[in-house]
Structures are given as structure tokens and as C-alpha cells.
């Protein structure tokens, strides 16, 4: 039997947003929340995913109750990991129908309208998907310790690596290096301090800076940034392959790295066509 309504989730690291629409397509109400990573926190994410959805319920003008008649898709950051994912599948649910992706798979289902194809996300953390019409092949998705290939954090990391080098005189000071010691007030203790509680997001916060320094003719910064990209050409040759299909490059880093990228790489690469939720609901009709 065919649920009365669809609901979709774009559950990310950052924020969570949703969209509640009828089997046909039309949209009744759509809402944003804050984070729902279920691998950093499973029960504060789950328990936000489900207060926004009431949330969408409510500006639906719907009762809560309408749960039970509706096909949920959630994707959602950390879904990734196996064992998160096998937790997932365990958690009660009140819904006719519970769908569950990582944020990664639903972003390639909009980027490519259903198609087959492939998404390399590269922002504060980078993960890739490529869909083949029967199932999701994923890279990266690791977190920064151990993968994040192509991302503003690992590249901003390097800077203050390369910052640190410099001012201990081991090679040579450099715009970017300069900028990055003096926001440190040329202190390596101070900068030492500063990573004890950094997160992946504080270290994305120099990835600009070093965009910024390769334009003004810093070849230490443009080294980093073709290592960056030198990474992604990677990842996006490996989706390429499992796809067979096109690809598209989203994320905050996806728009200044993607110059970066060889010619050929740059001409595989395609626009977005839809973004994630929209990806979540055309999942909901294979699911």
C-alpha cells in the first residue's frame, strides 16, 4: 500500500534539513534544524532529526500521527560507518516505512535526477558515491583522522604544518606562512595550544587563506592546492569507474578547486541537477 506522504532528510554535519511532500510530488512543508551526524552523536542527532520532523509535520498542518502513514528516506552524516548504519536499522520507528542512506547517497540520486552517476563532496570533510541504478559504491567518508582526501580541512592542516616549518626556519617563510603565523601572534605555543581542541571545521578555516595566497603568487600555497587536487582526481577517477556515469563536484571546495583539476577531469564534470532532499524522495520510489 502506498503511503499517503514522503518525507525527506538531508541529515549533515552541519545542519538537518527536511521536506514533506505528497507520493506525487507536491511539497508541504519544509524545515532546517541543526546537526544530525549519528556517528559523532547517534542519540542527540536522532533525537533532532525526529524534532524537526515533528516540526515539518506541524507546518504541514498535520497531526503527528501522520507518521504512521508516511515513507521516510533519511540520509544521514556517519550513516556511512557499518556499524552505525546496523544501529540504525534497530532503532524503533513510528513511520509506515523507514528508508535509511548516508548524506553522500542522497546527494548523488539528486545530483543526477535518479540516473546513474557519481558525486564527490568536497567541503570541511569530503566522501564520495557513485549509484549504478541498484546500488550506492562509497569512498572516502572516514572522518579527518584518516581520510578527508581533497577537503578544506586536511588542506587547511597543511598550511599551519607548513606555517610551523617555516617559522622554525626549516623552509623558507612564505606569504601564506607569514599570514598564518602572525594570526598566532608568531607563537608556536599558542598555535600548539589551539590544536588541542580544534576541530575539523577550525582547521577548514585556512583553506581559504591558502586559496587566496595562490593568487597572489604564493607556489607554496599553489603546491598545496594541487596536492588537494591531485587527491580529488583520485577520488573522482574511482567513482568514474564504479558509476559509469557523470560525476559532479559539490561542496564548499568543489567551486575553487575545481580550476585546479586537469582539463580532462574538468570536462567530466557536470552540475548538480537537483540537491539532496530531492535525491532522498526519488529514492523513497526504489526503496
Not at 567551486?255 to 570536462?267: D, S
Amino acid at each position: 500500500m502506498q503511503s499517503e506522504f514522503l518525507i525527506g532528510v538531508d541529515g549533515g554535519g552541519t545542519h538537518c534539513r527536511t521536506r514533506l511532500t505528497t507520493p506525487d510530488g507536491r511539497i508541504l512543508a519544509e524545515c532546517t534544524g541543526g546537526s544530525a551526524n549519528v556517528y559523532s552523536d547517534f542519540t542527540g542527532a536522532l533525537d533532532r532529526v525526529n524534532t524537526l520532523i515533528d516540526q515539518t509535520f506541524i507546518a504541514a498542518d498535520l497531526p503527528l500521527s501522520a507518521r504512521s502513514n508516511t515513507h521516510a528516506v533519511w540520509g544521514l552524516a556517519g550513516a556511512n560507518v557499518p556499524s552505525v548504519y546496523q544501529r540504525l536499522q534497530q532503532h524503533p520507528s513510528s513511520f509506515a516505512r523507514l528508508s535509511l542512506f548516508s548524506d553522500v547517497d542522497i546527494a548523488c540520486a539528486g545530483a543526477h535526477q535518479g540516473q546513474p552517476g557519481a558525486v564527490l563532496i568536497a567541503g570541511t570533510g569530503s566522501q564520495g558515491a557513485a549509484w549504478d541504478g541498484r546500488r550506492f559504491h562509497r569512498v572516502g567518508g572516514w572522518g579527518f583522522a584518516l581520510a578527508d582526501h581533497g577537503s578544506g580541512a586536511l588542506l587547511g592542516q597543511r598550511a599551519l604544518r607548513k606555517a610551523l616549518q617555516a617559522h622554525d626556519g626549516i623552509i623558507a617563510v612564505t606569504p601564506l606562512t607569514d599570514a598564518v603565523m602572525r594570526h598566532f601572534s608568531h607563537s608556536p605555543d599558542a598555535l600548539l595550544n589551539w590544536t588541542r581542541h580544534a576541530t575539523p571545521g577550525d582547521w577548514g578555516h585556512f583553506s581559504p587563506w591558502v586559496f587566496d595566497a595562490a593568487q597572489q603568487g604564493d607556489e607554496l600555497a599553489a603546491g598545496l592546492i594541487a596536492e588537494s587536487a591531485t587527491e580529488a582526481t583520485v577520488m573522482l577517477d574511482a567513482l568514474a569507474q564504479a558509476s559509469h556515469g557523470p560525476l559532479a563536484l559539490m561542496g564548499g571546495m568543489a567551486a575553487p578547486l575545481l580550476p585546479w583539476l586537469a582539463e580532462a577531469m574538468r570536462n567530466k564534470i557536470v552540475p548538480a541537477q537537483e540537491d539532496a532532499l530531492s535525491g532522498a524522495l526519488r529514492l523513497a520510489s526504489l526503496c
